[in-house]
């Protein structure tokens, strides 16, 4: 089993973000594409990732293989990677590893032993979103911080209008107001109106692998998980996040 890809930015990224939420998991290395789907710990967060086989340069995956990755310790080993480097994966099956090699100035290797791991099977929910919009990570990342310097919540309303994020306590309020108008958002489609209050923390580790350029698609409703897609590689696969809401009292 070997893939490899010209750059190893994208496997990086998500890694460091997917890290910041799992410390352990399986992925299902198969014939058409790695995949995985995991909770966090606290079952609060769950996290979806798919690499389509057109995303790398070579996938000879003739049968799925399904690996058990310490994410701390793959996370480590990645943030030695440039992000211009070929990325190679290659897995031994006589001692049970992973071949993680960059090829930029010259050639490192790194050997990651593979774990064990029952993981129970993590069903998407059945969630009945009214509002759609396609923004920029950037956008979303400033009105976080902003709206933490209020609050460890932050509330997100999704109207034909805008996108907002808000944050009020004694110190005071934030507003980030994102409209079809600003450069910031690519794409509004509303059905209804929503809102839901979600952690600022759990919302800032989910968009970690996302650059500030990047779009993020987010599908919400009211009292509802929200989903956050970030694209990968030109469209050959998505790093996905369903964040549960915040219930605050009246």
Partial sequence: MRLEMEESGTWKSCIGAIS????????????DAVEMKAMDPSHVVLVDFRLSREACQEYDIEESKE???DLTEMNRIMSRAKKSDWLSLSFSEDDNT???T???NGVRTFTLPLISLEVEETPDPDLDHTAWASVGAGAIKDGLKDASL???NVTIKLSEENLLLSAESDAGEA????????DAVEGLDVDESSKAVYN????????KGAGSKDMVEVSHGTDM????TLPLADGKGHLRFLLAPRVEAE
Wanted: cysteine-free; overall charge negative.
């Fill in 20 to 31: 910041e939420l799992v410390e352990e998991t399986n992925f299902e290395f198969g014939e």
């Fill in 67 to 69: 690996l058990g990755i």
């Fill in 98 to 100: 992973l071949a993680v």
């Fill in 102 to 104: 960059f090829e930029g």
């Fill in 150 to 152: 209020m609050k460890d």
């Fill in 175 to 182: 507003e980030t107001e994102l409209s079809p108008e600003s």
């Fill in 200 to 207: 600022i923390e759990f919302l800032q580790k989910m968009l």
């Fill in 225 to 228: 998980p929200i989903d956050l």
